[in-house]
């Protein structure tokens, strides 16, 4: 409790990251709940009302309507779902699989194993991230778990080299020494001993990563690679609304700002959790 | 009364510091108070914890942001350095008084070579316009006069080329090349080998005698202490417990601080050492209300816990801050 | 007749750097340990002494020599040693900041080498860790805390604890006590003592600090750039020093007290720098600094001769031929050694 006190008064010493706090909180939240809450939910998805197409921003569509007649505010809060989804399985993915790469890479550092886990990891990282993906996705079929899979597969570089630097750090404690003298294997000191030192970093990293992880999966669907219609997507219904610039400019503007708010939202939040982790006592 | 005053260099009267941690107060230094004298070496013991760094700090006025002066001055040639104007302020730390760094590898910058950085230090501690071979030739005698042989060499040299002991003697020219007449040591030799701390010690004292220096030296060293200064000031926990002319406090001591502290220092003769204090050192969050030492006294007494103890004198210049100073052997 | 359970014998080790510099760390060092005593290793840095207690835990492998344990030659085994041997000879490091893992509480630091060492139930290993606890003196409400918490000196405790939880029979102890101050030092000794003599354990016991190994060590071994230079009981060690490196050791020491002053050596004022041991000294390695350096050491190295029962000295001072002579001039009361201009 005292920990939890003290943690919160680092954390909220910067009123901007309470700021990225309340973003965060907030798409999470209409991520799961929106659905229920959003004025016209039957909007999300297939629906149609060719009297009501394109319609300006009013009170009664605040973001106003789109070719279909569907209520842009409303598909908006229905593409955070799968948004949120694209971000946490591939961090749940790619942060694992990083670690293990890194932490047998640096915990050899200067042995073969180093040297080919780490070229790999090089390899990725060389790689534009935008074509790896781009390239992956357009081999397979155009739907959200492919792309999720493109996005991981070149996302588990950074985090591969995030834990090869902590853990070639950590070689030379004497706690990770007396583990080895005494007789302990491999995978207790990589799960017990280094793990707990690297969370702190692999957690502030994948937090801002997560709007990173958005934008790429919105890049995506903007090249026509995610999720497909009707279903909502941010970067789609900014692509599809780009010919009807700058007339019916509420078609790709308020998408827009919807991934502004919500990478801003992370990357602030992020920048808060490495304040009040990085000056965690020893 | 004015003689006197003219012949002390600093004076710390009744000072005390604390600081805000994350909302709460940690009450460090608790009146803290004593005087070094012109060509004096004072010095300050303590074991980790007891504030002689913030003291130091406090005397050239660079305490951290997060520090609260509740009270008390700090005299520099009689003026309160809490009080000076940022010029006066800038030409004592220039000019009048200087430190020396446990550690010289962090107190030099790994990336300028000793040149670049002593020609700098001169360059704000001499008159505006000195020439830059002026700056140089006095740069070359103070390393000389601490001993460092091929002093050109020494200056295209890289703190990296440098052994430890080479270092803290380059930091000691550095320091009394400005003229500084006060110079704060903060455990110079400890992070040096014996033999090579014993040179620097030695250093230190013949620079002091030769150049009419002052010195405040603190450590946590008895054996160090002993060897180097003619005053000392036994602190625990943020307060000063005794203080006297070394060997007075060294073979007389009275405070039961004292007297735990040399019996838990290791002697060459073989006679064993105690069993050490046992407690712990106070919270700073929640320091003693009496004297900070009660909860550790093995003499402790009712007032002892609920008021401190008074500064007494109990033989000339031997000064003990206990009630039972004179009863407890 | 007390058992010897290690014998050091001609123990070197090097290290190629990367530039292609060979740094000899240890070379040629022959130690003995019997059960139950302890032996102190004194040295500045260069001097090799935290080397050889990495050699003999298993961290490094020797270049070349035996150490031969309970009767088992463990110099090149490294960490393919067996675990009863790993088991046998525990260590405790110098900086407590890094001796635990601060992720992890001091309970499950103590139950780690339970865990690889004994095949027990968890209430077990929990009962034996408190039990460790108090063996060392901490209360066993300390099973729950983080390091954070913990005092250096406690730190130090808890690597103890950790450290016995194996049975050793020897334990290294490297510097336990030079990051710590004075009065926890004391505690953290005293308490190292006590348990030697409850559990018959041998120490080798590793410091700069001579003051402390007065009173820690029943016999002295001085190192000075990976070779050894005397040996002796710790008394005679330090009443009669022989090895010029030992007399200005002994000088330098700041000391506490009057009646320590005069157990000194007269001023052997320490001159010079260490050399690197990448760079270690032709004939002598202490000729640099040497103030009764003759011409012989700058090209022969000196070999160990024993000079009284117990006392060896490794200096051509005390060679055969020169012996009687030096020996007359040693034994006179100290002040008459006046040291020598350089």
Redesign the interface.
């Known amino acids: 409790m005292e920990a939890l006190k003290r943690n919160w008064y680092k954390f909220s010493e910067s009123k901007i990251s309470v700021v990225g706090l309340v973003l965060a909180v907030t798409f999470i939240f209409l991520a799961f709940f929106g659905k229920y809450l959003v004025p016209y939910p039957e909007h999300i998805g297939s629906y149609v009302d060719f009297t009501k197409t394109s319609l300006a921003p009013s009170s009664k569509y605040l973001c106003g309507t789109d070719v279909m007649g569907r209520d842009i505010f409303s598909r908006i809060i229905g593409s955070f779902r799968n948004t949120l989804m694209m971000g946490v399985i591939v961090l749940l993915i790619s942060a694992p699989v990083g670690f293990i790469v890194g932490v047998i890479a640096g915990y050899h550092k200067g042995k073969p194993i180093d040297t080919i886990l780490m070229r790999i990891t090089d390899i990725f990282l060389s790689i534009p991230p935008l074509i790896l993906a781009l390239a992956i996705a357009s081999v397979l079929e155009p739907n959200l778990t492919n792309s999720m899979l493109a996005v991981t597969v070149m996302w588990w570089p950074w985090y591969a080299r995030l834990s090869y630097g902590v853990t070639s750090s950590l070689r030379t404690e004497n706690y990770i020494i007396y583990a080895e003298l005494a007789g302990a294997k491999l995978p207790h000191i990589i799960f017990k001993e280094i793990l707990p030192n690297c969370l702190s970093a692999i957690l502030t990293k994948m937090t801002l990563d997560m709007g990173y992880v958005i934008i790429m999966g919105a890049t995506l669907s903007f090249a026509g690679m995610g999720e497909q219609a009707p279903k909502p997507a941010l970067g789609s219904m900014i692509s599809s609304g780009v010919k009807y610039m700058p007339a019916q400019w509420w078609f790709t503007i308020f998408p827009a700002i919807a991934i502004m708010l919500i990478v801003l939202g992370f990357n602030l939040l992020g920048d808060g959790i490495s304040n009040m982790l990085g000056t965690e006592e020893i | 009364m004015d003689n006197t005053q003219k012949d002390i260099i600093l004076e710390v009267r009744d000072l005390s510091v604390s600081f805000d941690v994350?909302?709460s107060v940690s009450h460090v230094l608790d009146g803290i108070s004593f005087k070094v004298k012109k060509r004096e070496r004072v010095g300050l013991v303590g074991?980790?914890g007891c504030g002689k760094t913030t003291t130091l700090k406090a005397v050239l006025n660079v305490l951290p942001k997060n520090a609260i002066v509740n009270r008390g001055e700090v005299l520099f040639e009689g003026l309160n350095v809490f009080k000076m104007s940022n010029a006066k302020l800038a030409t004592m730390r220039r000019t009048g008084a200087g430190m020396i760094f446990q550690d010289p590898s962090s107190a030099l910058n790994p990336v300028f070579n000793i040149e670049k950085q002593f020609i700098t230090a001169l360059k704000y501690a001499k008159p505006k316009n000195t020439p830059a071979q002026e700056l140089h030739e006095i740069a070359i005698d103070a390393l000389n006069s601490v001993m460092l042989p091929d002093q050109e060499r020494i200056m295209k040299s890289f703190p990296l080329q440098l052994?430890g002991?080479?270092k803290q003697r380059a930091c000691i020219a550095m320091t009394i090349a400005a003229g500084r007449q006060l110079i704060l040591a903060d455990e110079p030799g400890t992070s040096l080998?014996?033999?090579?701390?014993?040179?620097i010690?030695?250093l230190i004292n013949q620079l002091m005698l030769d150049k009419q220096l002052s010195v405040v030296m603190v450590s946590?060293?008895?054996?160090?202490i002993?060897?180097?200064t003619d005053y000392v000031n036994i602190m625990y926990a943020g307060t000063i417990v005794e203080s006297g002319k070394t060997d007075d406090v060294?073979?007389n001591s009275k405070h039961p601080y004292t007297l735990?502290?040399?019996?838990?220092?290791?002697?060459?003769?073989?006679?064993?050492?105690?069993?050490?204090?046992p407690g712990?050192m106070p919270d700073y969050m929640i320091p003693p209300q009496g004297c900070r030492f009660s909860p550790r006294c093995p003499y402790a007494q009712e007032i002892c816990h609920t008021q401190k103890p008074p500064h007494l004198e109990i033989s000339p210049g031997h000064w003990v801050s206990c009630y039972f100073a004179g009863e407890v052997t | 007749m007390v058992e010897k359970i290690l014998d050091i014998k001609n123990l070197k080790k090097y290290f190629l750097l990367t530039n292609g510099q060979l740094v000899k760390a240890v070379d040629g060092v022959d130690l003995e340990i019997f059960e139950g005593e302890t032996l102190g290793l004194v040295g500045e840095s260069g001097s090799g002494k935290s080397t050889i207690a990495y050699v003999l835990v298993g961290m490094y492998e020797a270049t070349d020599g035996d150490i031969i344990y309970k009767g088992d030659n463990i110099a090149k085994t490294g960490l393919r040693r067996t675990l009863k041997q790993k088991g046998e000879i525990q260590i405790i490091f110098q900086d407590p900041g890094s001796s635990l893992n601060s992720k992890r509480t001091v309970g499950k630091s103590l139950m780690l080498p339970l865990q690889i060492h004994h095949r027990i139930s968890k209430s077990d290993m929990e009962k034996r860790a408190r039990e460790l606890l108090e063996w060392v003196g901490l209360p066993a409400e300390f099973m729950d805390k983080y390091p954070r918490t913990l005092g250096g000196g406690e730190r130090q405790l808890v690597s103890g604890a950790r450290a016995l939880a194996t049975n050793p029979s020897l334990m290294i102890l490297d510097e336990p006590t030079s990051a710590l101050d004075v009065s926890v030092q004391a505690k953290v000794i005293s308490r190292l003592i006590d348990l030697q003599k409850e559990l018959n354990l041998a120490y080798l016991f590793i410091t700069h600090d001579l003051s402390l190994m007065r009173n820690v060590a029943n016999r002295v071994a001085i190192l000075y750039l990976g070779r050894l230079c005397e040996q002796a009981p710790t008394a005679e060690f330090f009443e009669k020093p022989l090895h010029p490196y030992t007399q200005m050791l002994l000088s330098s020491i700041p000391v506490a007290t009057a009646e320590e002053e005069e157990m000194k050596p007269v001023k052997i004022l320490s001159t010079g720098e260490i050399p690197s041991p990448v760079n270690v000294p032709l004939g002598c390695a202490f000729n640099t600094r040497c103030r009764d350096k003759m011409p012989i050491c700058m090209k022969e190295r000196p070999t160990m001769k024993e000079v009284s029962p117990g006392h060896f000295v490794c200096c051509h001072l005390f060679n055969d031929n020169t012996y009687t002579r030096i020996k007359a001039a040693a034994q006179a009361p100290a002040g008459e050694l006046q040291p020598k201009q350089q």
């Open positions: 994350y909302g074991e980790s052994s002991g080479m080998d014996v033999t090579i701390q014993d040179q010690l030695r946590h060293s008895l054996g160090v002993r060897e180097s060294f073979h735990a502290l040399m019996s838990c220092v290791p002697k060459l003769t073989g006679k064993g050492i105690s069993k050490g204090i712990r």
